[in-house]
């Protein structure tokens, strides 16, 4: 259940880090009982999270020739 969580909130949060995310939810899901040793490694679920949103970020900048979406500029922004 940790992994699916894990991948649900990484595709609504995309530029948040991936191990930001894992720490919360192995957070959540986790008790003050002793650690089941049948936890998936932090690590290893962060990797895949980054693998998984590779696709969904956008592309880095590569020249100054792009269009500006105003809908996404504040209204108030550079007055």
Avoid: W
């Avoid at 008790?31 to 956008?58: F, I, V």
């Amino acid at each position: 259940m940790t992994g699916a969580e894990v991948k649900k909130r990484a595709k609504n949060e995309v530029f948040r880090s991936a191990m930001t995310i894992v720490d919360e939810v192995m957070a959540k899901n986790t008790t003050s009982d002793p650690l089941p040793c049948s936890l998936p490694n932090p690590y290893n679920l962060s990797r895949a999270d980054n693998r998984n949103r590779q696709g969904k970020k956008p592309t880095h900048l590569r020249d100054l020739t792009f269009n500006l979406d105003k809908n996404h500029v504040p209204d108030d922004f550079l007055l």
